[in-house]
């Protein structure tokens, strides 16, 4: 968690320092680098155990070439321009340092202290060594390493005016000017040490055969007078090939002048070439590899897909109502469809004046709540005119004045809300639409706009819609689609229509009308058994879940405008994890040749990997959010993908998860609760009917639900004994209440968020 923290205030700070929400990302890269066109910066993944001013060092100075090096004109100079790499890189560092120090005068001291620590620990190899017998380019290097503050080097005059000429320069042209000139400058400096060393080297020579020649000239002198022809012979051929490949080696050398630097920077130590190098560069280049982390995990970005075409994904109400229509319409019917339909009528305006006395209770119910809270944030006020019923005690108070209450506005409430429209949902659809229905009534007599989705991703999808991804995207299911089963923005008939649509799903999935044939329970036969199925597309399928968030990015900032929503709300129920999106978009060469193509441009890979650390960048805000194991943990991917939802949009998000059974199923119990807690969970559940969570799950609160347990009740009062007292009555009358309103679970809970 200390490594993931720290990489994450560099990020930030790289941001901060860079003036600009630019992208970071920590990668096993031997050195940092900056995409102009994409405003990324890659830094490499360094040791934590680094000191912090070292690592806020590193950090500033790759800000600082990503602000003021043009990369472009910096490659130029190298190629083109022929000059040394390792001399314009010292020169270039002397300049963004300076102008990154004055953008941020605070960074000052990190400079100081982070270069003191690298020094002291050798980065530069000048620990054994003078570095006033060093090149001026090393000299500078180090002087300028050190901030002036801590530098005891030697210069000349002629050379303090080229240290002058260093603090000074403003732009990348003064850099290249300088570095050429040093090069020239430190070539004859190199000749001139050269040729020292070699002097000494020939004193010590000739020192050494002064002392042995005398006892050997003798010997010597007789064996070369014997053999002195074939030695001429042969000395002068060895000659011609040393000198040969002398010659070779300097033409090579000067076809490349670039390549002395390159090796060195490698090497990290002085060739015996022509040309001159900075040492104490080539050092840090190759010591700087020490920095790096080599035994962390690699870091694999990916991104959110942005929906550019989601309006080809949605299918809006309008249609809806219209492909039932047809359905209700269709001519040369069966009778007994038929009077399944007209049963259908029936049944719903009986269900409907059911839930609507429930529903106008729990309206009052939430005015009370709304008022209430209200009076909690009333405040008295002084108006400044006098109370003449006060006047008369001004002698003694100052409170003579009269009072007037302020009440705050309440807040816009909005409420979105996603059902998983899958296979598994099955034996839960119908008590869930009665839930849902409950819901979009109390909504609607509230004024509370609202939007319901089915999500799902059907076989029987009218046509498959193609996403138009970007590098490195989560990809889309090419069949979800998401169903507007109901929406405020409907009128009244459109509203009926819909609810009664609801209504006959419902019946679809009525359990008894699939084991009603069974031999242990017979169900007898019900004319709505005989309903005509969904239209083609409204089937149950799988359950997209990581898709709709990512719909949802668009969808609920749109429904905020559009109300003007000052607390949104937005809701996901679902019985289970989330399926598919275990791919991202690739380059076409990444892809192995079983990858799908898309769109021409892309391939699908595979998105989270054994061996590497999952992220997730939102290339909206660019926050970043760790998905650690999300390859095997779905629900880690789920649980970023929501807290970007609520990052940007402000939305406060609600999750219902309906277990299969009476009880909350093992999954469940695992994910959210130690082994020691569940037997108070399960307790605590078959008294509330429900448990809720607020850790560790993407949601600001998700509630755990048994299907069985979600069956809208309306039950009568249960008649009193003969001789029933008050206290009998009052307790029967609050049990059924009770009852009637805890089974209202999802309505209950949401009218519990926004009163």
């Not at 429930?358 to 944030?377: D, H, I, P």
């Not at 309906?658 to 969970?681: C, L, T, V």
Request: proline share 2%; with cysteine; charged share 30%.
């Amino acid at each position: 968690m200390k490594k993931q923290t720290n990489k994450e205030s560099k990020s930030y700070l790289a941001k901060l320092l860079a003036t600009e929400n630019i992208t970071v990302e920590h990668r096993k890269v031997p050195t940092a680098f900056f995409d102009l066109k994409k405003r990324l910066l890659v830094v490499p993944i360094w040791k934590q155990e680094m000191s912090n001013d070292v690592l806020d060092l590193l950090l500033s100075h790759e800000i600082g070439h990503a602000l003021y090096t043009p990369m472009k004109d910096w490659q130029k100079a190298v190629d083109v321009d022929k000059i040394p790499h390792s001399f314009l890189n010292v020169v270039e560092d002397a300049r963004i340092e300076k102008l990154v120090k004055r953008k941020y005068a605070g960074l000052r001291q990190t400079f100081i202290r982070g270069y003191r620590d690298l020094i002291e620990k050798d980065f530069f190899k000048t620990k054994d060594r003078d570095i006033n017998d060093m090149l001026l380019i090393d000299r500078l290097n180090m002087h300028f390493k050190s901030s002036y503050i801590e530098s005891d080097i030697d210069f000349t005059s002629a050379e303090l005016d080229i240290v002058d000429r260093m603090k000074n320069l403003e732009t990348f042209e003064d850099v290249k000017k300088l570095a050429k000139e040093l090069s020239e400058y430190c070539s004859k400096e190199k000749e001139e040490k050269d040729i020292e060393q070699l002097v000494q080297d020939d004193d010590g020579d000739i020192q050494m055969q002064d002392e042995e020649g005398e006892n050997n000239e003798q010997g010597e002198q007789e064996q070369e007078e014997g053999n002195n022809e074939e030695d001429t012979t042969t000395s002068n051929v060895d000659t011609d090939k040393e000198e040969e490949k002398q010659e070779q080696e300097i033409e090579e050398g000067a076809s490349q002048p670039g390549d002395a630097g390159q090796q060195n920077k490698s090497q990290g130590e002085q060739t015996t070439g022509s040309e001159p190098v900075s040492e104490t560069d080539n050092a840090w280049s190759q010591q700087s590899h020490q920095l790096l982390d080599k035994e962390c995990k690699e870091n694999e970005y990916f991104n959110p897909h942005e929906f550019t075409n989601l309006k080809e994904y949605v299918v809006d109400y309008k249609k809806v109502l219209q492909d039932w229509q047809q359905l209700y319409d269709k001519e040369h019917r069966m009778d007994y469809e038929v009077n399944a339909l007209k049963a259908l009528q029936t049944e719903y305006k009986k269900f409907l004046s059911q839930q609507n006395k429930s529903v106008n209770y729990m309206v009052k119910e939430f005015e009370m709540k709304k008022s209430a809270a209200a009076y909690a944030r009333t405040k008295q006020d002084k108006t400044g005119i006098i109370n003449p019923l006060k006047l008369h005690s001004y002698k003694f108070s100052d409170d003579i004045f009269k009072r007037i209450s302020v009440t705050p506005d309440g807040k816009n409430h909005g409420m979105m809300m996603f059902i998983d429209w899958s296979g598994s949902m099955n034996d839960k659809l119908q008590a869930t639409i009665h839930q849902l229905m409950n819901l979009t009534l109390f909504c609607k007599k509230v004024q509370i706009p609202f939007e319901v989705y089915a999500f799902s991703n059907s076989n029987s999808r009218r046509k498959e819609v193609m996403a138009n991804y970007e590098l490195n995207d989560i990809t889309i299911d090419n069949r979800f689609h998401l169903i507007n089963f109901v929406s405020s923005r409907m009128n009244t008939k459109q509203f009926d229509n819909a609810m009664k649509i609801l209504f006959h799903v419902s019946c679809l999935y009525d359990k008894n009308r699939w084991y009603r044939f069974s031999s242990r329970k017979p169900v007898e036969h019900n004319l709505m058994y005989d309903l005509p199925e969904s239209p083609r597309g409204y089937g149950l399928s799988s359950t997209p879940l990581n898709d709709t968030i990512m719909a949802a990015y668009k969808l609920v900032p749109a429904f905020v405008k559009r109300y003007s929503i000052d607390k949104m709300n937005t809701i996901f129920l679902t019985d289970g994890c989330s399926d598919g999106n275990n791919h991202k978009v690739v380059d076409m060469e990444d892809g192995d040749q079983f990858s799908e193509i898309l769109n021409n441009k892309f391939k699908r890979g595979y998105m989270m990997s054994y061996n590497k650390n999952s992220i997730l960048v939102d290339r909206k805000t660019k926050r970043q959010y760790h998905c650690d194991d999300g390859w095997r943990n779905p629900n880690g991917l789920t649980e970023q993908l929501l807290q970007i939802l609520k990052d940007r949009t402000g939305t406060k998000v609600l999750g219902f998860y309906i277990s299969g059974k009476r009880r909350i199923d093992n999954y469940a119990m695992e994910k959210y609760f130690d082994h020691q807690m569940r037997s108070k969970i399960h307790a605590k559940f078959r008294k509330d009917k429900v448990i809720t969570v607020n850790h560790s799950t993407g949601y600001d609160e998700i509630y755990l639900l048994a299907g069985d347990n979600m069956q809208v009740q309306d039950g009568l009062m249960a008649t009193p004994s003969e001789n029933a007292k008050k206290g009998e009555i009052k307790r029967l009358f609050t049990s059924t209440l009770k009852g009637n309103k805890q089974s209202r679970v999802m309505l209950n809970k949401f009218i519990s968020k926004v009163a």
